[in-house]
């Protein structure tokens, strides 16, 4: 996978626009996800390996939010069970495409792959089918916090029995003086990989109308709330982790 890197917010800006997944992120993402997300490599591949633990024969895996399909290709490498699909969906089109040839190319490089439908569209809108396993990985930050609750009580409609959501996410710490170490922890590894204190300003200033964090807490209520039954961390690096919540 060729890697353009991300100089998105490198230049002055007179007015930073609101961040929006178009064709100009799109372009640099898989170098942008890398260099801002602690721990994004390794989430991605042991979703995989958590999913194949919790994926049951002729069932449907969501990945949703798939911008370019890195956890729908996770998901295909790790996923032995019989006849699972896919459904990868994304409401940005220019990630929609891009998913797709992308994933082509790895149907062309391996054999009996699962299946994979990548839809555009509003998960808010999804009619969700039956599933066994469901991955939201750095999507329910995006979404406006008064529809998290609704779109986590769908999910948690359609688990079957034994399945699992799986939720990464940038978190916020209610306690003031952890949430700023670890806010400046990760500041150090934006600035390690490369980025300017401009760029991480600029990128900050773009993020904070569309991206709004919650703390640990909030997740756990909010998926107890919705009926699921666990939920168990399995990955934190400095201010992003990841959940197992069982129906
Ligand atoms: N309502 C919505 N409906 C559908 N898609 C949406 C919606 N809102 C936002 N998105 C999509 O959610 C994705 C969030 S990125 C996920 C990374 C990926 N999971 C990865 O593991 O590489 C996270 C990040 O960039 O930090 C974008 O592609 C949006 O278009
Ligand atoms: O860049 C950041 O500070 C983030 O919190 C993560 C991120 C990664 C990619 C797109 C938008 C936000």
Redesign the pocket.
Known sequence: MKQTPDRLFSQPLEQVPDFA?NEDVVKVFPDM?KRS?PGYPTI?ENLGVLAAQFAQPNSVLY??????G??TQALRRHVKAEGCRVIA????HA?VERCREYLHAQDSMFQELLPVEVME????ALEFQPTSLVAL???LQ??APEQRPALLQHIRQALLPGGALILSEKIRFEDHIEHELLGDLHVAFKRANGYSDLEIAQKRSAIENVMKPDSLEQHRERLLAAGFSKVVPWFQCINFASLIALP
């Open positions: 997944f996800i997300v991605v990945d949703l939010g798939s911008s370019l890195a956890v969906i994304d409401n940005s990630m569209g509003d998960i808010l990985n750095f999507t995006f979404i």
